[in-house]
């Protein structure tokens, strides 16, 4: 994948969890939505949700955005051969 694929799929997970992040959908809707499980207001658990989606987001972008290893540092080099003395 080239790097301007790369980094335009971190700027478009960021803007996505930003735009998220802000819910101002659930602003009046704590007061109208029933607690979920009976003890839990609707926007604990949305950010609950939010927590573990901005988890698998942040290990999909470090997995973007990691540069590749250069070609040939896992090619057997000889140094972990022991020397006899």
């Known amino acids: 994948m080239n790097f301007k694929l790369r980094l ?9 969890m930003f735009l998220l992040h802000n819910s101002f959908w659930l602003w009046g809707l704590d007061a ?20 573990i989606l901005a988890v698998l987001a942040m290990r999909l ?10 070609p040939g540092l896992f090619e057997n080099t000889g140094a972990d051969k022991r020397s006899e003395y």
């Open 32 to 51: 109208r939505a029933p607690l979920l499980f009976g003890f839990m207001p609707f926007a604990y658990s949305y950010y609950i949700g939010y927590t």
């Open 8 to 16: 335009g799929l971190v700027i478009m997970i960021v803007l996505i």
């Open 61 to 70: 972008i470090i997995g973007l955005a990691w540069p590749d290893p250069p």
